[in-house]
């Protein structure tokens, strides 16, 4: 039978709904791979300007490492992977590594 009777809700439901946890892609340096290959993967891979692709590499060349960028961790891996195999391809070995943000 139709019943139209609406119960009051006294308390406000807050779906919790979590934000996907980003993951950094980080470049590694190494002795071998030339600075203008770096700073073309950087370019071409993760959309990076000539200015920002070389204070990247730089960053990477005199630490040891630098944080390229931050991604959905499917995005992250694929770039990192896509970046690491374009210096294999070329027998250098260039190399992307992914890790979750804090
Ligand atoms: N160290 C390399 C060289 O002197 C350049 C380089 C920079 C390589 C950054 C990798 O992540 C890197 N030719």
Do not use: W
Request: hydrophobic share 35%.
């Amino acid at each position: 039978m139709a019943d139209d009777t609406t119960i009051e809700r006294k308390t406000k439901v807050i779906p919790k709904v979590e934000r996907p946890r980003l993951f950094k892609v980080i470049l590694v340096n190494d002795d071998f791979t030339p600075r203008e290959f770096v700073v073309t993967v950087l370019k071409g891979e993760f959309r990076l300007s000539e200015d920002q692709a070389n204070r990247v590499m730089i960053t990477a060349h005199t630490k040891g490492s630098c944080v390229v960028s931050v991604y959905p961790r499917d995005v992250a891996e694929t770039k990192a992977s896509r970046a690491t195999e374009a210096g294999q391809r070329r027998g250098y070995p260039l190399m992307f590594t992914t890790e979750p943000e804090e």
